[in-house]
C-alpha cells in the first residue's frame, strides 16, 4: 500500500465503489479508504441472525443507462423484478400510494376530497412568485389541504425542522415530477413519469449489498485495495494538488501518496482535513453544512403475511417512526424462515438527541409498541430486534446551505487532482442512480474525460419520493 501513486476513493458507498470499478476495468490502480466497517453506506446489508436488513430501503429504477446496464452486469438473474405496494397511514387509515381514486374517497369522504381539490384550484389559480422554501414548492403543486395531509408531518419527521426552513430545492431534486394532476392520471391507470408513482422496481435478491460485494470481487482481482475501518485524518497538498493522504489504522499514522483523489467523504469534513488549512471563511461554510442522522430497528417477529406494503410511510404524528419496511416483500430470500417475518422501523434524529442516545433496548421496546398503535401487529409477536445507526444519513438543505455549498465547490475547484462524488461529497439529496453515475462519470474524468459531476440531477430530469 502507497508504493506507488494510484488513485485513492474516499469512501466505499455506491459513489465511491462505481469509481473504483469503472477504473478496475480499466486496468487502473485504486485504494478505496472507507471509515466503517461495512460497504455500501446508508444503501448497505446488514444481517443478523441471517435476517437481511436494507438500511435505507432501495428500489433499484432509473432513467440511466449506463447504471442499468452495471446493475444487468452484476446482478444477472440475481436482479428480481419487485411488484410495488406503498401506503400512507394517516388519521388511523390507510392510503394508497400512488393514490387510487376510490381509497382516498373512501378514506377522506367525500366533502374532504372536494376541499382538496378546491385547495388545490386556488393555489393553482394564485401562484407564488418565488418559492424558496419547501413549503411554498408543495402548497402551490398541491394546495394547502393536501400539504398538510400528506407532506408536513412525514416531511419534518425526516428533517426535524419545520418546511418552511427547508429549501425549495431539496423538491427541485426529490418529487419534480410530482403533481397533483399526475397522481390522480396515475389513480385512473395512466402512466406517469414521476418516479415517484412507478409500480414496478428491480431489486437485488440478497440486498443491495449484493452489488457492494460483486464490485469489491472485480476490483480487488484488479490488483486495487479496499480498506474498512480507515478514516481518512488529512489530506496534504501544495501547488493545487493533494499529494497524500493520511490515515490512523490503530492510532498509527500512514501517508499514503497518490495521483488523485475522488472523495464521497461529507463536503465539509473533506475541506476541514485539508493540509494546510483553507481561510477562515471557507472552513466555516465546511462547518456549517449539517446532516440527519437515521436509526433503523429491525425487528423479527412470528408469522408471515402481516400486511402486503413494501413500506408503510407513518404521517400520523402520535407516533416517532416515519416508516416501516417489509423485508419478505422486498425479497423472500432476505428472510431466512418462511414462518417469520423481519421489519425495519425507521426514526429520523441528530447524532446525540435523545432518540440516538436511547440503549438499543429502549429502541427496540419503542418500535414494537408503535407497531402495535399502528395496528401492523401484535407486540407478542415480535421474537427480537436489533438497532442499526446511521450517522450523516442526509444532507440538510437549510436555510443558507447552498451559498456555503458554492463556496466549497468554487474553492476545491482549484484542486487540479480533487473530485467530489455522491450524496455527501457534493451534499446533496441524490437518489442511488444519481450517487452511482457521479462516481462513474469522476471515474471517466481520471480517464481523460471532460464530464460535470455537479450536473448530475440538477435538472428536472430524475425524482423520488419524500423518503430515502
Not at 184 to 191: C, E, K, P, V, Y
Request: positive net charge.
Amino acid at each position: 500500500m502507497g508504493e506507488k501513486n494510484g488513485h485513492i476513493i474516499i469512501g466505499g458507498g455506491p459513489a465511491g465503489l462505481t469509481a473504483a470499478y469503472e477504473l478496475a476495468r480499466h486496468a487502473q490502480r485504486t485504494l478505496v479508504l472507507e471509515a466503517t466497517p461495512h460497504l455500501g453506506g446508508l444503501a448497505r446489508t446488514e444481517t443478523y441472525r441471517g435476517y437481511r436488513f436494507d438500511i435505507g430501503g432501495h428500489r433499484f429504477y432509473t432513467r440511466i443507462p449506463e447504471v442499468q446496464r452495471l446493475w444487468e452486469e452484476l446482478l444477472g438473474p440475481d436482479l428480481i423484478q419487485v411488484r410495488r405496494l406503498s401506503r400512507i397511514y394517516y388519521r388511523g387509515k390507510f392510503f394508497d400510494y400512488p393514490l387510487s381514486l376510490g381509497n382516498a374517497l373512501a378514506n377522506l369522504g367525500l366533502g374532504e376530497s372536494l376541499a382538496v381539490v378546491s385547495s388545490y384550484l386556488k393555489a393553482r389559480l394564485s401562484p407564488r412568485r418565488r418559492e424558496e422554501t419547501l413549503e411554498e414548492w408543495l402548497i402551490h403543486r398541491f394546495g394547502s389541504r393536501l400539504y398538510r395531509m400528506f407532506f408536513k408531518t412525514y416531511t419534518e419527521k425526516v428533517w426535524g425542522m419545520p418546511c418552511h426552513t427547508i429549501g425549495a430545492d431539496w423538491a427541485a431534486q426529490r418529487i419534480q415530477d410530482l403533481t397533483l394532476a399526475s397522481a390522480i392520471l396515475s389513480a385512473f391507470g395512466t402512466r406517469s413519469r414521476a418516479k415517484t408513482l412507478i409500480r414496478t422496481f428491480q431489486y437485488p435478491r440478497l440486498g443491495p449489498g449484493m452489488l457492494w460485494e460483486r464490485m469489491r470481487e472485480a476490483i480487488v482481482q484488479n490488483g486495487s485495495e479496499i480498506l474498512l475501518n480507515a478514516p481518512v485524518t488529512s489530506l496534504k497538498h501544495e501547488s493545487g494538488r493533494v499529494t497524500h493522504v493520511e490515515i490512523a489504522p490503530q492510532g498509527a499514522p500512514c501517508l499514503i501518496p497518490c495521483a488523485s483523489v475522488l472523495s464521497s467523504m461529507p463536503l465539509g469534513e473533506l475541506v476541514q482535513r485539508l493540509d494546510p488549512p483553507p481561510s477562515e471563511e471557507i472552513l466555516a461554510s465546511a462547518r456549517a453544512l449539517r446532516h440527519r442522522a437515521f436509526l433503523l430497528v429491525g425487528l423479527i417477529l412470528e408469522g408471515r403475511d402481516l400486511f402486503p406494503d413494501n413500506w408503510v410511510y407513518v404521517h400520523s404524528p402520535e407516533v416517532s417512526v416515519g416508516r416501516i419496511q417489509n423485508f419478505r416483500n422486498w425479497s423472500e430470500a432476505l428472510v431466512p424462515s418462511a414462518e417469520h417475518t423481519s421489519l425495519g422501523m425507521e426514526y429520523f434524529c441528530d447524532e446525540g438527541d435523545a432518540l440516538w442516545c436511547q440503549p438499543d433496548e429502549a429502541l427496540i421496546a419503542l418500535a414494537t409498541q408503535e407497531l402495535q398503535q399502528l395496528g401492523l401487529a401484535d407486540g407478542s409477536r415480535v421474537m427480537g430486534g436489533v438497532v442499526i445507526r446511521q450517522p450523516r444519513a442526509y444532507p440538510i438543505y437549510h436555510a443558507g446551505y447552498r451559498a456555503h455549498v458554492d463556496r466549497l465547490r468554487d474553492y476545491l475547484a482549484g484542486f487540479r487532482n480533487v473530485q467530489t462524488i455522491g450524496r455527501n461529497g457534493m451534499h446533496r439529496y441524490n437518489n442511488l442512480d444519481h450517487a452511482m453515475l457521479t462516481g462513474l462519470l469522476a471515474a471517466r474524468n481520471v480517464l481523460g474525460g471532460q464530464y460535470d459531476i455537479w450536473a448530475v440531477n440538477a435538472e428536472a430530469t430524475y425524482g423520488e419520493a419524500p423518503s430515502k
